[in-house]
């Protein structure tokens, strides 16, 4: 099957900083990605669907001046967790459905933030 | 937006058995369901999927039906085996590529030697 790639898979950072998580597709074009949000225990909470070339969708609640995503090319997509705090530890996963039709959505490995 | 709901949120069954998770889904225009099994620090891994266009599917020990009127949709595990426990999750999305999964909110099964 297709192969999503997520980097980095695990990151410590200081409370107050930024961090960058990248999702690729590496072997189909994907011009919409899916960031989610999985706390323990929990579901994947869809934050939102990132648009290549255009602005991202933000579901309700998620503050995109916070959760910054941006979509450069039909493999790439990024987020940055800007000014990260404990409440933002979770774990992180893109997701990716290749162009042209109702297929399935492939996963990222996921990225554990630890905010300390 | 679409809301799916998933139970029961936690399975034990014994070794041999079958387990059945049941999931609905509220906007009728959903026509892709998959399930995803979850292990733990994961990445979900889908493990069966069915379009709107059938009623039943089957993979092996594992079959999901749908039901379009009732707008519910279930995951079948027979025989099932230790390496099974897991949690999974079921998800209902529109047609196309650029459409979003929603997730239920997971069943966490345990399948007991």
């Known amino acids: 099957g297709a192969v999503v790639s997520q980097h980095p898979s695990w990151v410590i950072c200081k409370s107050g900083t930024s961090v960058k998580i990248e999702c690729r597709s590496l072997?189909?074009?994907?011009?919409?990605m899916f960031w989610y949000r999985q706390f323990p225990k929990q579901s994947l909470m869809l934050m939102a669907t990132s648009n290549e070339g255009s602005k991202a969708t933000y579901e309700q609640g998620v503050e995109k001046d916070k959760f910054l995503i941006n979509h450069a090319s039909l493999t790439l997509s990024t987020l940055t967790v800007t000014s990260a705090h404990p409440e933002d530890s979770s774990f992180y996963i893109c997701?990716?459905?290749?162009?042209?039709?109702?297929?399935?959505?492939?996963f990222g490995q996921g990225t554990r933030l630890t905010v300390v | 937006g679409e809301n799916v709901e998933q139970h029961p949120s936690t399975l034990s069954v014994q070794e041999g058995d079958s387990a059945v998770i049941k999931c609905t889904y509220s906007d009728s225009a959903s026509n892709y369901f998959p399930w995803y099994k979850q292990e733990l620090g994961k990445r979900p891994q889908l493990i069966i999927d069915i379009r709107s266009n059938v009623g039943e599917k089957k993979d092996q020990r594992i079959a999901v039906t749908l039901n379009k009127t009732a707008k519910h949709f279930s995951l079948h595990i027979t025989e099932t085996q230790p390496e099974d426990s897991a949690v999974y999750f079921c998800a209902a999305s529109r047609g196309a590529a650029g459409n979003k999964l929603t997730f239920g909110g997971g069943t966490r099964v345990l399948v007991k030697p």
């Open positions: 997701s990716a459905r290749r162009d042209g039709g109702n297929t399935e959505a492939f």
């Open positions: 072997d189909f074009q994907a011009t919409t």
